[in-house]
Structures are given as C-alpha cells and as structure tokens.
C-alpha cells in the first residue's frame, strides 16, 4: 500500500490518518450482487494504488475511507505539483524529492507544513483519472454510470452523489495535547502555543490566535490606566486626566499596530514562509486540476500600444465596478439601514427601565443579524461581478463591505447619544449593556450553535439507523468512531461568504467591532478596556475549544498577515481621534471647566497633534526585526554566491564544447 522510497537525507517521518472520505453506506443486498464493479472497492484500490494508506471504516450515518499518506508519497506528490518551498539559502525552489535535505524544515521537525500534506492529499485523491483508452462501467447500489477517459474519478463520484463529503481529519494524540496546554490552560491567562497552533491548523489559524493573544495582552495598559482614573482622585488636575487617557490610548493603539507587524515578520521568519508569499498563496492551484507538464511558447505582441490600452481599460473598468458596488451598499446603509438604527436609539432614549432596555438592546441585536446577513449576501453577489485579481482580493472587498454594514449598526446609536443629547452618563450605560449584551450574545451563539447542530445531526443519524430493515430490533445505536463523530459536526465557514472566507471572517470581525467601541469612546468611559481585557481572555480559550471539540478541523488556508483586517484597524485608530474629541468638547462645555472657545481650540489642536503621531510614529518603529533583516539580507547574499557559481559553470562547460 504504502510508498515509501527516499531522497537523501529523508526521514520517513511517522503518519496518521489526516484525510476522510465520506460514501452512503451500501446495502448488504447491493453488495452481493455482480455486473459492473463497485466505484467504491474501485476507489479503495486507487487510492492505494496512489500510494495511500486506506482505512474503510462502517459507521452509523455513511461509511467512511480514512487516509494517510507515507512521506515519500506526500514527496513525489509535491514534486510532481512543482510545489515551491523555501531552502537553506533563503529562495524559494521547486521541490526535488531527490534533494530533501536542501529545503527548510517546520519548527516541529517536519518537512511539510499542515496546509502543504492537505494539498498533497488532494493532489493525489483528486489526480486518480481514468488512463485507459475506454469508460469504465462503475456502479452504487442499483446505480450505475461510466468513468470516462482522463476524468477524475473522485469528481465522477462527487457528480454523481456516492462521495458526498472530503474532509480533514483531527489527529487525537495531538488534539488532546492542545486542549491540555491551550484551550483548558486557564492559568497562563494570554500564553498560547503559537508553533504548535501553526502545525495543528495552519498559518491563517495560527496568525489570527497571534494576534488576539498580543492585542489582549496590549490591553492591561489602557485598562489599568483607566481603572485608575476610576478610583484615583487627582483634585486640581482632574480636568487633565481625560485628555492625558485620551492621548496615551492613541499612542498605544499606534504603537501595538506597529509591533503587531514586527511580530508578524518575525512569525513568518520563523515559519520559514518568504515575504513575498506569491507562491504560497497559489500552493492550491493544482487541486482540481492534475499537474500537467505544460510548454508556454512566448507570444510576439504585434501592437504595443494595443495591448497597453486594453490592459488600461480592463483595469479601470474593475475600478468602476467597485465604486458602483460600493455606492450601492453605502445608499443601502442610508436609505434602510441608518432609520432602523435612529429608531432603535430613540426607543432606547424614551424607555425608562433598565430592564426594558437590556431586553431592548437583545431583541436588536438579533434583529440586525438577520439585517446584516441580507446585505453581505448582496455584498457576495456584487463582488462576483468585480474584476477582482484573486481569492484575496476579493476576500478584502467582502471584508471592506460587511464592516461598512457592521460599523454602521454598532455605532450609530452610540453616536446618536454622544452628538446629539450629550449625555455622557447614558452614553456610559449604553456602552456597558452593547458590550455586555453584545458579547454574552455572540459567544452564546457561537459555542451552543456548533452543539446544536451535532446534536440534532446525531439524533436524525441514530433515529434512522434505528428504523432501517437490516437493523436488529431492540439494539441500542451509537457513535462508537471517532470519525463519524467528526463527520457530524459543523465546518468552520464564516457566516457569510462562506465561499470567500472561513469562520475567522466572524472572530476577526467581532475584534474589530470592540476595538472600534472601546477606542472611539474611550473618553466617555475609561473603564471599558477592563472589560475588553476580561472577555478577550475568555474569547481565547472559548475560540481554542471550538476549533478543537465543537467544529470540524479547518480547511487549511494561507495568509501571510490578518490582511484587510489591519487597514481597519487603522482606520478606526483616526476614527478614534475625531470621535474622542468630539467628546470631550461635550465633556467639558457641559462641566464648564472649559469655555467652548477656548475649549475647542484646544482640543482642535490635541487632534492635529494626534495624527502627527498616528501618521508619524508608524515610521519610528521598524516593521521588521532586524534579526529577520540580517537573515533576509545574508539569504540574498547567499543566493547571489550559489547562482553565480552555477552561472560560471555552465559558462565554462559551454565553452569547453565550443573547444
């Protein structure tokens, strides 16, 4: 079965069952019978024949093929993709199974990444074609079909509904050890396993728990300082306290951009993923289709200047398109989306409970949910028709788009109450109930629905298996695999997009919803970044057993940064700047400390000043560590020293002929 072979210096390193597959059960009556040959003992046998690893195991709701793959399988497929990988000089080669010894290796020891084996995984199951010079005759249950020449036989069987599901499989051994050290550790608060998160899920998992751990841990500033103005009586200076918090936000949220980006660097370093990451964000392009040994010839253009001006038209074209796509959903937002929240601000305004309100602030944000999910639908059909240059590209756009949603009903009432009654004190209370309501609501949501739905896919597989014929009466059913458990549980897709993003589009968007709360208003209530601080800690270990007991494991993506994530950070880094004066004009015109003419001229002076350092501090702090600089710099050197070489060889061998 198994492939084992080896270049030099390979280790065949130890392998578990990492891929399933997932077929309707066959019938002990379809199974006896003859003619053509069953598609899945045929699938089984190629599999196999591929190299594989095979494991059939029967269970409860389907049957399931299990597969694993020796490393001189997952070599040979790599080498055959034309997969890139980084080596020891720093450039980023074809991989030759001959030449392992010469490419970098994971921080785990292993020679593939995570995200690398699944590719190789697909390569393989989706690579098995028909090669024969006629169809093939398959047949399921009472069903038959033909395999035709040079058709994937996986995608034959996904047309014709016998593979209903190609997933990757949790490995236990190394998913019990993350639950103990990480998603159960609650007593190192922010300390996470960031190497062994980035070889159990990939590098997008892996920067996103990177981030959240840093960010959380940048927090304990701003949250002591405000606790202390909280419980600090500073007699004559009181009236400087607000607007030395307010400043010190702005720089710490400068200054924890700037260092997310050094850490970033210096992750990516580690992992042994090259800067450019343009060959790393293409590693899937051959899934669907085989790697085929194509000779491009060079193509002559006749007209210059022709093909100079249809490049032009083309790109400004897809620039149109996503002004017209973005004015659509800006004229949404005003037109249906600013009334509703205008109206829900003023029901706040005029109901006099708390109790009321709270149940108020919950019947809106489920409300809003369903609202928003209509309008990042609408945002997914606009972008398919954007001329946009890639999954990224488009992933931003969907990005950019369902913010503008998000921001606008998160927001708007906090604004309504900040401008237009000045009322700080119900400003505060409306601050403590969104983000209270908000993120009890959302993680209730998030961890129960997951469990919801196992359960009830659970109850329909078992109540089924109960009533079928061939099922001995009065013998209870259960799941006694881990696989079919695994099969059962929801995948990790964004709630909307799903075909544009995976379920970190939802996390990644709830961090940037309370970023944005807790830094434009930060001025109304200083006391918020503690309980910003307090969930995030929760959010970690809460995010860690989700993706480890509740979802299926992840589809492995590549992404070199948070992307499109960190411009909106930014974005309400200046946001933070204006709303934050805007308060404390209110502030104090209504203490009367301060006269609003003199006042205001202050504070207009304070927000100048605050985006000189927004825009100026960015540049003191360098992006990369100078540790990754060297390393960059000494891999150039080394790459130019190999190149030239093997230049002056082939130089002299060419010579020598000519001789």
């Known amino acids: ?128 074609v028909n090669k ?19 058709e994937s036989l996986l995608t034959r069987l996904e047309d014709e509904g016998v593979v209903k599901l190609v997933f990757p499989l949790h490995d236990e051994i190394r998913r019990k050890q993350l639950l103990r050290n990480w998603a159960l550790n609650w007593l190192d608060f922010t300390w996470q396993p960031i190497d062994e998160i980035y070889s159990y899920f990939g590098t997008k998992i892996a920067t ?66 090259n ?24 193509k002559k253009i006749d007209d210059a200047s022709a093909e100079k001006r249809k490049l032009q038209r083309s790109e400004w074209f897809g620039v149109l398109l996503k002004i017209r796509n973005n004015a659509i959903i800006v004229l949404a937002i005003i037109c249906l989306q600013l009334p509703f929240e205008l109206a829900y601000a003023h029901l706040y305004e005029i109901t006099e ?44 756009s969907l990005v950019y788009k369902v913010f ?31 983000l209270i309501v908000s993120q009890v609501l959302e993680n209730l949501i998030e961890n129960s629905i997951p469990y919801l739905k196992y359960s009830y896919k659970k109850y329909i597989a078992v109540h089924k298996k109960k009533h079928e014929k061939e099922s001995p009466s009065g013998k209870s059913v259960r799941l006694s695999t881990r696989v079919e458990k695994e099969y059962l549980k929801p995948s990790y897709t964004a709630s909307i997009g799903a075909e544009l993003e995976d379920g970190l589009f939802d996390d990644f968007l709830e961090l940037t919803l309370q970023f944005g709360m807790i830094m434009m208003f930060a001025c109304a209530f200083p006391l918020i970044f503690c309980f910003a601080a307090l969930n995030n800690v929760t959010e970690i270990r809460a995010d860690a057993l989700k993706l480890l007991v509740m979802l299926k494991r992840p589809i492995p993506r590549a992404a070199a940064t948070i992307g499109a994530w960190l411009n909106i950070f930014q974005f309400l880094v200046v ?42 501090f960015s540049h003191f702090v360098p992006e990369e560590p100078a540790w990754v600089k060297a390393n960059r710099v000494r891999y150039v050197a080394q790459a130019q020293t190999v190149c030239s070489r093997e230049l002056l060889r082939s130089i002299s061998k060419l010579d020598t002929k000519l001789d």
């Open 1 to 128: 079965m198994g492939a084992g072979g080896g270049g030099e210096g390979a280790v065949e390193e130890a392998t578990g069952f990492e891929v399933g597959i997932v077929v309707p059960k066959l019938s002990r009556a379809a199974a006896a019978e003859g003619g053509a040959e069953d598609c899945v003992a045929r699938l089984v046998r190629e599999l196999e024949a591929a190299g594989l690893l095979v494991d059939r195991v029967r269970g409860v709701p389907a049957e399931f093929i299990k597969l694993a793959a020796p490393m001189g399988t997952l070599g040979r497929a790599a080498a055959e993709m034309h997969m890139k990988k980084l080596t020891y000089i720093g450039m980023e080669l074809q991989f030759e199974w001959d030449q392992v010894a010469a490419f970098v290796r994971q921080p785990d020891g292993s020679l593939f990444s995570w995200r690398e084996r699944y590719c190789c995984f697909r390569y393989l199951i989706y690579g098995i």
């Open 132 to 150: 024969t010079n006629s169809q093939i005759t398959l047949k399921f249950d009472e069903k038959e079909f033909h395999w035709n020449q040079n």
């Open 208 to 273: 996103y728990f990177a981030f959240l751990g840093m960010y959380t841990r940048w927090l304990f500033f701003p949250a002591v300082f405000g606790l202390a103005t909280q419980l600090i009586d500073f007699g004559s200076l009181q009236w400087l306290v607000l607007p030395a918090f307010f400043i010190f936000v702005i720089s710490w949220a400068v200054f924890f951009l700037q260092f997310w980006k050094r850490k970033n660097s210096a992750l990516l370093a580690r992992w042994g993923i």
């Open 275 to 298: 800067y450019s990451f343009s060959e790393y964000k293409n590693l899937g392009n051959a899934l669907d289709h085989p790697a085929d040994s194509v000779t491009v010839e060079e």
């Open 353 to 396: 409970t708390e109790v009321l309100r709270y149940l108020l602030t919950a019947v809106y944000l489920v409300a809003i949910q369903y609202y928003t999910r209509i309008g990042g639908k609408v945002s997914v059909i606009l972008i398919k028709y954007e001329n946009n240059q890639g999954e990224e590209s488009s992933s931003a």
């Open 404 to 434: 503008g949603l998000y921001f606008m009903q998160s927001y708007i009432g906090l604004f309504y109450h900040a401008s237009l009654y000045r009322d700080i004190l119900a400003l505060r209370q409306v601050l403590i109930q969104r």
């Open 575 to 616: 946001m933070a700047i204006c709303t934050n004066c805007l308060l404390l004009v209110c502030l104090y015109d209504e203490e009367g400390n301060w006269r609003i003419e003199p006042g205001l001229a202050a504070i207009l002076i304070m927000e100048h000043a605050l985006l000189l350092i927004k825009f100026g």
